[in-house]
């Protein structure tokens, strides 16, 4: 008898791709199979609304190890023996059911992914948003994400070394939880996620295996919020120490020579570790779900194979070699069994004890449909882009207070009051600590050291896709290189409401193309990444938030800044434009066009070409010993930047604008965000050098001001008290999440 539409909704799979299946088989499948090809036929598990396009981004990269998607993670060569496994993930809808154990769980998922490829971790970054924080709901969202995040991370002594936070009424709904790890490799030793041969042994490791996260990856992943929908039984449930624990067994076990495989049992559990390993294997698999460490009685081959129970790891062991593996996971009291083995054929059997509960085509269960995408842009968009800025007037607020309020906003605000949870010293490796533009770690016995960061401004994507992507990938680069590290990876983390929708489709279809145009500009390779489609509640799709992960290199891990002034009396220069003032071409999708303005709106702009010899310029300042901190120009424009700096350095600082170039909107002279621009400093006798070096390498720069005092001034625009400025960046976020 033909399934119901209420199973197929429940599994996330259309009438149209059942028929696809039992096509396929040339019959009607079984309910395990049904559950198996709707988890493996998922957004989640299957990409198939966006895996055409991830075809297109630039891959080619002589430091690649191993390319988006043929296993769990990218892995960048960084010289000297040193590679590392780079990866962000979203969990975003289990975190809006339950934010603490859906943040820890995200966690431990790509801490998974990441020592699968025998990586051991070594950074965490997370990148969140949120609606606005005056909801209480919001508020919740936050402390309980925050909590799982900390709660997790701290006890599996992992750093949390940085991340963003940002905040839109488009998140309300839909939080996003996206968890970046970096791992170290050394010697090069990569484990695959695949078996060698037939017969090969399938061994699961850690938890045993409960009813929690069943149908996460196909009913909570893959479909919108309904409104009154209960989704508490597919949030899965963490356990940090074991996994603390199953980290170190894992990392010593693929030491022995019959390991020759590991795969995370994340979304989809079994299900999708087993058939994925097997496919990459070109090999079949049986199993026997009895032979599965239960922690609950009466379980079904259908839970089992379905459960996503966290801290679970698959290996695959040469034949009759597997009992040295299982003194390693008795010396760390960890549960393991052989469950299965793989097959010369393209089959996966699962049976229960004697009995066969099904035999299906691997290849069906794992090549999931691919859709096309539309790229026609929304009319209502077109409109947005035109907008007349012309028509606005300079608000009607003291340049003062406009700072004070910008500096207050929660997108700007500082966030301590989160990084002081997170423990991002453990390891010791940690250089530059969170709240700077990257953070920076060290290699031990190494003078290398990698940065790393998390960027999107998702106002940007909404107004233009692509030119907004374009922008999260120069940004990410730019924050890096302001510390002095070349970047040679990016990860991305694709949020976006439902693909089903044409203006959703082509914001995919834009905001792919745009990550392809500035990461091939800027010849930095994407190496991993995750697709997390349907953020959408009550019919409210979030903004188009493509979150762009970045690692670079600095080879003498001595020569780095940080964005904090340094000195009395240092010069300030802004490079990459040759005038401290802003204009209206820095207005569109600003954090002051919104909260001066209460306006989302215009085209942004970004010249690939000045982004590229811009942090070129800054790097090599940086390495020559020139400069002392370097900040870029984000959110806020440049006003907030100086300000931030000097906040963080507790020197003030005054820059004397020319007082013949005066601005036509003070608002945008100050507060712009036009691209690819950065201040630094440096002493007061290499000021010629720099501008000398910057006119060598055709980027603009120009003398703007020095550091030193208490105070903040922009010649007679702007005269603040730097610990009045300090109060209120440092104090206002966490007072917005207390009131």
Known sequence: ????????????????????????????????????????????????????????????????????????????????????????????????????????????????????????????????????????????????????????????????????????????????????????????????????????????????????????????????????????????????????????????????????????????????????????????????????????????????????????????????????????????????????????????????GEQLISSTPISALTDSPEYHLSALKPGWLEQLQQFDFAMLRTPNIDPNDALLKL??????????????????????????????????????????????????????????????TAIAVAEACRNLSCVGAEPVALTDGLNFGDPEKPEIQFQLVEAIAGMSEAASHLNVPVVSGNASLYNEASGQAILPTPIIGALGIIEDVEKHVEPAFKQEGDAIILIGADSPYDSVRGAPGSEALAVLHGIVAGQPGLDLELESGVQALCRTLIRDGIAKSAHDCAEGGLAVAVAQSAIQGGIGAEVQIDRNVQPNHWDWALFGESQSRIIITTACENVDKTLSIAKRCDVPAVLMGNVGGGRIRFADLIDIKLDRASDVWLNSFEKALSE
């Open 1 to 352: 008898m033909p399934v119901s539409d209420e199973t197929l909704a429940e599994i996330a799979l259309s009438r149209a791709e059942y028929a696809a299946i039992t096509d396929r088989l040339g019959r009607e499948p079984g309910d395990l199979e049904l559950g198996m090809f709707g988890a493996l036929w998922s957004e989640h598990c299957g990409y198939k609304h966006t895996k055409r396009l991830l075809r297109t981004l630039p891959r080619s990269s002589d430091r690649m190890l191993v390319s988006p998607g043929a296993e769990n993670a990218g892995v960048i060569d960084v010289g000297d023996g040193y590679a590392f496994a780079i990866k962000i993930e979203s969990h975003n809808h289990p975190s809006a059911v339950e934010p603490y154990q859906g943040a820890a769980t995200g966690v431990g998922g790509i801490v998974r992914d990441i020592f699968a490829m025998g990586a051991r971790p070594v950074a965490l970054l997370n990148s969140l948003r949120f609606g606005t924080p005056e909801n209480d709901r919001n508020k919740y969202l936050v402390n309980g994400v925050v909590a799982g995040i900390s709660g997790y991370g701290n006890c599996i002594g992992v750093p949390n070394v940085g991340g963003e936070i940002k905040f839109d009424a488009s998140y309300s709904g839909n939080p996003l939880v996206n968890a970046m790890c970096v791992g170290l490799i050394s010697n090069r030793k990569i484990i695959s996620a695949r078996a060698e041969a037939d017969g090969d042994s399938l061994i699961l490791v850690g938890a045993k295996t409960g009813r929690d996260g069943i149908h996460g990856a196909s009913g909570l992943a893959s479909r919108t919020f309904e409104e009154q929908a209960e989704m508490r039984a597919a949030v899965q449930v963490g356990n940090p120490f074991l996994e603390k624990v199953l980290i170190e067994a894992c990392m010593e076990a693929i030491e022995l020579p019959q390991v020759v495989g590991m795969q995370d049992c994340g979304a989809a559990g079994i299900t999708s570790a087993a058939m994925e390993m097997a496919e990459r294997s070109n090999l079949g698999i049986q199993i026997d779900v009895r032979t599965v460490p239960q922690r609950e009685s009466g379980m079904s081959a259908y839970e089992i194979m379905l459960s996503e129970s966290q801290e679970r790891m698959l290996l695959a062991v040469k034949p009759g070699r597997a009992s040295e593996l299982f003194e390693i996971f008795d010396k760390w009291d960890l549960d393991a069994s052989a469950i299965g083995v793989f097959t010369a054929d393209d089959r996966a059997i699962i049976r229960d």
């Open 407 to 468: 500096l207050a906003s929660p997108n700007i605000a500082s966030k301590h009051a989160i990084w002081q949870q997170y423990d991002h010293q453990v390891q010791n490796n940690t250089v530059i600590r969170p709240g700077a533009d990257a953070a920076l770690i060290r290699i031990k016995g190494s003078a290398k050291a990698i940065a790393l960061a998390t960027d999107c401004n998702a106002r940007l994507a909404y107004l233009d896709p692509r030119v907004g």
